[in-house]
């Protein structure tokens, strides 16, 4: 650090404050380059999964490339540490595991949640090849036109094997359009939500953990106010990357 000397006491007064507006400058500075908001997501980053750890067990999954906006804006909130104690928050079997809401941390039993989120939306990124088969990852939104996505809250599919008949049906009431056939090939076996298919922003897939998809959706859920939340709190107890492991 550097003093300046001078018998004018004028001039010392101008130098003291003059280093004081630059001291709390720089720590301004600093202060905003610590901000987690500031994350960068690097390209090592996008060949990373990203892995849940939750009190029901952990599952990993894989963004889409397919899918750059909520691919990107993903991994800047898991390396924020954003999902750290989040709930999954709503709950319901043959459907989906929905979380990502931060007003869920340590919320209160009977609380109603899914309104939180960081202030943000990101636009729609609909692709015909990423649909709502079991164990996709897609993007929760409020009813807007653009049908652009929450920033931060997401849900996991679970959702149930359909009959020829049963994707007819979805087919004429639901969706206004046909199913690929190959998509109605995973829809008859694995299964799926396919109503959800074009309306919300699927960005990708879990590659290890179905199982523990089915055991969330299975727990006994809330009736009252904060409807379809597990009665006995389903915790992300951290989300981090991991490096992809080889087939």
Known sequence: MFYFISNNPLFNTMIKSLFTALLFIFCCQSMLLANPADTIVTRKDRKRDVLLETSAGRIQIRLSDSTPLHRD???KLVKMGYYKDILFHRVIKNFMIQAGDPDSRKAPAGKPLGNGGPGYT??????PSLF???GVIAAARDNNPEKASSASQ?????GKVFTEAGLDSVETNRLKRKIPAAQRAVYTT???VPHLDQNYTVFGEVVKGLDVID???DVPTSKGADRDRPLTDVVILQAKLVKRKRN
């Open 73 to 75: 804006n993903f991994l």
């Open 122 to 127: 990101v636009p729609a990124e609909f692709r």
């Open 132 to 134: 709502h088969k079991k």
């Open 154 to 158: 997401f849900y996991l599919t679970q």
């Open 190 to 192: 694995l299964g799926g």
């Open 215 to 217: 055991a969330i959706a």
